[in-house]
């Protein structure tokens, strides 16, 4: 009867002779000594190559080469070294204690060969001294007319005492009424502004209670050794100095964006050993667990190892660092190349307790489950790599790693593995388990309730398949960043005395003579909308503490004749006035402030001038937009990002830099790669079955449980409310291309067995469930990150890998029980 069920499902029992795996059987009989002995060369050699693999954490690694947005903001990263700056925070009762300890740290600090400036006050003066440089020129006009009007009106209406004598003279046509002379509207306009600053201003909240050290390094931090010597060395002089010995409340903390880099660097490299630890231990725990023994991780793991440092060192000499996508690969890998060992060993197990020697347990890893690992490999191994077909460079370099990894681990399994049992026998320390985990009379059995399943299954697919469209994006960038609550908190302190604006826009612009046109074309956008449909708040530019040289001209001419009516009015009230006439003293007073002269931004302060022109010699010129609705929600990073993503001005185009508007790019080409990478997996997943099957009704039958699966991780990702975001759109293919394995290796073992569902479901089943389970807590290891998009990667990872496993050990058995039903059915009658 097995021969007909066999005919109908195109199985066999694969008792062919295979004379090249005999002979390669037979060699590794005899060379496994020379072929562990290369096992551990290929692995310290790839140890010492992949060590020197780096960490990329900017979110710039993830986008393509080219991007004119991504392109940018390295250029303005560069002339800023980052905004690269680390401060000081003091918190102390008494302010006088503050400013001691502030003046000694300050003196220490810039002694370090590192610092550039180091200030807890920002000096004023050079505002102080022309503050009228910064009224418009229409304001000075209106005050220069308001002087002229009174000065006319008292040259014709004087009075004045001869010998005590009162004495007044009105000229024919002088004004009736006396013209006002005030000017509390022109200055409440620019009260706050350079226009009214004071001489110095002390990095201070309105409390009193906290002093910030602005610190600004040489260079540019984006060297992560070089930021967190910056951080030591602040450290170290902190704990030398010893704010106790000042004030005994005074508390000191580190931040700024020095700060916030390398914990943000710490905290990936954190997630990655803490979460990897995690992860290994539980794929080591499953694994003794299912095996009975601890040896069981000695055999898989030495070959997976070899398989692991290959890769990275592949990847260091190829892409030379990992991202912040790419860097889980340490663990997700773990998972994934562990599978081999696990069906390996399961069938290897399986042959020695049914009596077989060495030499037919090896033959039977390499001729039958060595062929469905092989697919199932080439299928994986093709799902990844066609990753590398969209452009978005995260999902490139993910699938180029992953892709790599799978290939190296197989092959290293399938060489090293044989290898490292025939040792082990020949040392004697190869021992089974007591339990098997197939039983002998289930050999005979049909899966049970294979009906009712495939009932249950067909209607959970169709409610899935109504369910998965109204599938959502993550339009909140917030909801997808690294959390850091130490940092937050710090922040939090920052913004009492620096209010911190990162909605904002950068240009980086080469000349001088393009700020102006730019930033009059800015304005033109932003006047252009509606207050409703506006997306930008204000314009900051060097011309915003420096007016424009014409601009300057135009003012120095106003001041000066305002300069000349006073001194007017001043001779007015000294001949005709008396001698202690207050207004002469107020005349005076106002005098004191035209000694202004032409501005240049060499003379403004240090702090300030970085702001617009970057690191000192770095050439070129910054400009801010600043975005009035914030850019945390995609609706409104998409509108500000429409109005300002290539600006032209003087005959040149310019392309602002964000990191808001890199995650709308990344969001935008993510989308359309998702969709193509998951059509590529698909399209190339079945080519590669209809070539090793040969068959397209089987093909259809092994894709059945992971397009099942598939579809059921999408539904509950509606019904749990889990939204796709740039980093898991990346799971999609990567779930299609892995999900798709169990059925290949249940399908193998089922041709192979001349059908027996059950028998199948307990052996082979079981070598599924633990390799998906195993690659389930590598990508689990994600889901204790602290950026919160990596934490969604896994958790769609394993809601897929779980839903296309349970499709594998239900739904896929039931419909190859009732296929099998329906043709014994057939014999019978026939």
């Given amino acids: 009867m097995h021969s007909k069920v066999d005919n109908h499902l195109g199985m066999s029992a694969h008792t062919t002779s295979f004379p090249l795996v005999d002979r390669w059987v037979a060699f590794i009989m005899h060379a496994y000594i020379p072929l562990l002995l290369l096992a551990i060369v290929l692995g310290v050699m790839s140890f010492d190559i992949a060590k020197g693999l780096k960490l990329n954490a900017n979110i710039t690694s993830l986008m393509?080469?080219?991007?004119?947005?991504?392109?940018?903001?390295?250029?303005?990263?560069?002339?800023?070294?980052?905004?690269?700056?680390?401060?000081?925070?003091?918190?102390?009762?008494?302010?006088?204690?503050?400013?001691?300890?502030?003046?000694?740290?300050?003196?220490?600090?810039?002694?370090?060969?590192?610092?550039?400036?180091?200030?807890?006050?920002?000096?004023?003066?050079?505002?102080?001294?022309?503050?009228?440089?910064?009224?418009?020129?229409?304001?000075?006009?209106?005050?220069?007319?308001?002087?002229?009007?009174?000065?006319?009106?008292?040259?014709?209406?004087?009075?004045?005492?001869?010998?005590?004598?009162?004495?007044?003279?009105?000229?024919?046509?002088?004004?009736?009424?006396?013209?006002?002379?005030?000017?509390?509207?022109?200055?409440?306009?620019?009260?706050?502004?350079?226009?009214?600053?004071?001489?110095?201003?002390?990095?201070?909240?309105?409390?009193g209670d906290l002093t910030i050290l602005v610190v600004f390094p040489k260079g540019g931090t984006t060297n992560v050794n070089y930021a967190r010597k910056i951080i030591r060395d602040l450290e170290g002089l902190v704990e030398k100095l010893d704010v106790k010995n000042y004030h005994p409340d005074m508390s000191v903390l580190l931040g700024g964006r020095v700060t916030n880099r390398v914990a943000s660097f710490d905290s990936i490299i954190s997630d990655v050993t803490g979460s990897g630890l995690w992860s290994v231990s539980a794929i080591f725990l499953v694994i003794v667990f299912f095996y009975r023994r601890l040896m069981a991780i000695f055999y898989i793991g030495l070959p997976l190892a070899v398989g692991f440092l290959l890769t990275f060192a592949l990847t260091q000499m190829t892409l030379g660092s990992l991202n912040m996508m790419t860097v889980f690969l340490v663990l997700i890998l773990f998972g994934l190349g562990i599978d081999f060992g696990i069906h390996n060993l399961a069938r290897y197990d399986e042959v020695r307790r049914n009596g077989g020697d060495i030499k037919r347990a090896l033959r039977t890893i390499y001729s039958k489950t060595g062929y469905a690992s092989l697919l199932a490999g080439i299928t994986t191994i093709a799902g990844f790599y066609s990753l590398m077909l969209t452009n978005f460079k995260a999902f490139y370099e993910f699938g180029f790693i992953a892709g790599s990894g799978i290939a190296l681990s197989l092959v290293s399994m399938y060489l090293f593995f044989p290898a490292l049992m025939v040792f082990a026998e020949k040392i004697k320390v190869y021992r089974l388990s007591r339990v098997s985990h197939a039983h002998s009379e289930t050999k005979q059995r049909a899966f049970p309730g294979a009906l009712v399943i495939m009932i249950v299954g067909t209607i959970l697919t169709v409610i899935a398949t109504v369910v998965a469209p109204n599938i959502k994006f993550e339009d909140n960038f917030g909801n997808l960043k690294t959390k850091m609550p130490e940092i937050s908190k710090i922040n939090d302190k920052i913004k009492q005395v620096f209010p911190l604006n990162t909605d904002q826009a950068v240009i980086f612009v080469e000349n001088l003579e393009d700020v102006s046109p730019l930033v009059d074309e800015l304005e033109r956008i932003k006047s252009s909308r509606t207050e409703e449909d506006a997306t930008i708040s204000k314009i900051r530019s060097i011309y915003s503490v420096v007016p424009r040289t014409e601009d300057q001209y135009e003012r120095l001419e106003a001041i000066e004749s305002i300069q000349a009516r006073l001194l007017e009015a001043k001779r007015l009230l000294e001949d005709f006035s008396d001698k202690d006439d207050p207004r002469i003293g107020d005349i005076e007073e106002a005098l004191t402030h035209f000694g202004v002269s032409m501005l240049t931004p060499k003379e403004l302060p240090v702090a300030v001038q970085r702001a617009f022109t970057g690191i000192p010699g770095s050439g070129g010129y910054l400009v801010y937009v600043y975005n009035k609705k914030g850019m945390s929600q995609l609706v409104n990073a998409q509108a500000f990002v429409d109005d300002i993503r290539k600006v032209e001005a003087n005959d040149k185009v310019f392309f602002p830099a964000t990191e808001a508007m890199i995650f709308v790019d990344m969001l935008n080409l993510m989308r359309s790669?998702?969709?193509?990478?998951?059509?590529?997996?698909?399209?190339?997943?079945?080519?590669?079955?209809?070539?090793?099957?040969?068959?397209?009704?089987?093909?259809?039958?092994?894709?059945?449980?992971?397009?099942?699966?598939?579809?059921?991780?999408?539904?509950?990702?509606?019904?749990?409310?889990?939204?796709?975001?740039?980093?898991?759109?990346?799971?999609?293919?990567?779930?299609?291309?892995?999900?798709?394995?169990?059925?290949?290796?249940?399908?193998?073992?089922?041709?192979?067995?001349?059908?027996?569902?059950?028998h199948v479901v307990r052996t082979t089943g079981g070598a599924a469930f633990l390799t998906t389970l195993t690659t389930m807590l590598g990508f689990a290891g994600t889901l204790a990150a602290s950026n919160q998009g990596l934490q969604s990667l896994g958790l769609v990872a394993c809601l897929g890998l779980g839903c296309c496993m349970v499709s594998s050990l239900t739904v896929f058995p039931a419909l190859l029980q009732l296929a099998e039903n329906r043709n014994k059915k057939q014999t019978a009658g026939a």
């Fill in 673 to 758: 790669d998702a969709g193509r990478a998951v059509i590529v997996v698909l399209a190339t997943v079945f080519i590669v079955l209809v070539i090793a099957f040969r068959n397209f009704k089987h093909t259809l039958t092994v894709m059945v449980p992971v397009v099942v699966g598939m579809v059921w991780m999408l539904g509950l990702m509606v019904v749990l409310g889990i939204k796709l975001n740039i980093f898991n759109m990346v799971v999609l293919p990567t779930v299609l291309g892995i999900g798709i394995d169990n059925g290949i290796h249940i399908f193998h073992r089922y041709r192979e067995e001349g059908g027996r569902v059950l």
């Fill in 64 to 207: 393509p080469d080219g991007v004119p947005s991504v392109d940018n903001l390295q250029k303005v990263i560069k002339k800023t070294g980052g905004y690269s700056n680390a401060m000081v925070l003091v918190e102390s009762p008494d302010p006088e204690a503050t400013m001691r300890f502030l003046d000694d740290l300050r003196e220490e600090v810039l002694k370090a060969d590192w610092a550039s400036s180091a200030e807890y006050e920002e000096d004023t003066a050079i505002f102080e001294r022309n503050r009228l440089i910064y009224v418009e020129q229409d304001d000075l006009r209106e005050i220069d007319r308001r002087l002229a009007d009174r000065i006319d009106y008292e040259k014709k209406n004087l009075r004045f005492s001869v010998d005590e004598t009162p004495v007044e003279i009105k000229i024919r046509g002088a004004a009736e009424e006396q013209p006002p002379l005030e000017f509390d509207d022109i200055q409440e306009k620019y009260a706050g502004s350079q226009a009214e600053s004071e001489k110095t201003k002390v990095f201070r909240n309105e409390a």
